[in-house]
């Protein structure tokens, strides 16, 4: 579903990203970790298209995304760091104009409030300001408007900062339910216990270099933190 072959970023003789291939199916959870400037943003701002590899190439579903950027959006959502909605509307509000956005038509109230119970937004939550909201629930909505645009595939770029231990569970869960439905989830994270309790799978960056690959029972079965520390020192 996503897919990266030799996927290389320069920016003059900076190396951002060097050579990378990924392929992420459908119902994996994929952690990409690394230190600061590892390249796992600029990993996802390819696959999004928000930047041109300078070699190598990104599809989603099948299709290149670098040469077919409209069509690879529809099957793909995207949520930033920085959670944006507008703060003055609703939670179900916003949901309506994004998800109308996605969409290219608007959903009836009905199946918006269906949504919001979906991601464990009820009806009080979803009738509240959104600049009353926290930043876990904020992420919320965000799925919620994944959901609605029946999205194939998640990128999220450090989903859980700023998150406590409960709306980061509660967070994993609702990545977990999507995955089980079918959609290809790529996550960077700096949370390695976040990534040991969500991923399925789990690669570690270092210099725009995937340096390791973990698949399922590894995962449980490594030392993340300790693996990790030994990449970033050697
Ligand atoms: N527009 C740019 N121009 C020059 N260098 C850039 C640009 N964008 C990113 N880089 C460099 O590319 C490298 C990878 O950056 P990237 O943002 O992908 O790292 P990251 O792993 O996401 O780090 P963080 O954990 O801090 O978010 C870094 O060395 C960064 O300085």
Redesign the pocket.
């Known amino acids: 579903m996503l897919r990266a072959s030799g996927l290389t ?1 320069r ?2 003789a ?1 190396t ?2 060097d050579r990378l291939d990924l392929d992420i199916r459908g119902g994996d959870i994929y952690c ?1 970790l ?12 390819l696959f999004l298209n928000f ?1 041109a590899p300078t070699e190598g190439s990104v599809e989603i579903n099948g299709t290149d995304v670098t040469r077919h950027p409209v069509a690879t959006k529809q099957d793909v959502a995207y949520i930033p ?1 920085q959670v944006t909605l507008y703060g003055t509307l609703s939670g179900l509000e916003n949901l309506r104009f994004f998800a109308g956005l996605a969409l290219g038509h608007e959903l009836p109230r009905e199946r918006l409030l269906a949504l919001m119970t979906e991601v464990g937004l009820d009806h009080a939550a979803a009738d509240k300001r959104v600049s009353m909201y926290s930043k876990g629930m904020r992420q919320k909505v965000w799925i919620a408007v994944a959901l609605a645009k029946q999205a194939k595939a998640l990128l999220l ?2 989903p859980t900062s700023g998150l406590d231990p409960h709306a980061a569970a509660e967070f994993s869960d609702l990545l977990r339910r999507a995955a089980d439905r079918g959609v290809a989830v790529l996550t ?1 994270t ?1 949370d390695l216990f976040h990534a040991q309790q969500t991923a399925t799978r789990v690669g570690i ?1 270092k ?2 270099r995937l340096v390791e690959s973990l698949e399922g029972a590894q995962i449980g079965q490594t030392d993340l933190q300790s693996l990790y520390l030994q990449h970033m020192r050697a």
């Open positions: 970023k920016y003059g900076h951002a990203l990409l690394g230190a600061n400037g590892a390249g796992k943003t600029t990993t996802i701002n930047i760091e770029d450090e960077t700096h960056m210099r725009g």
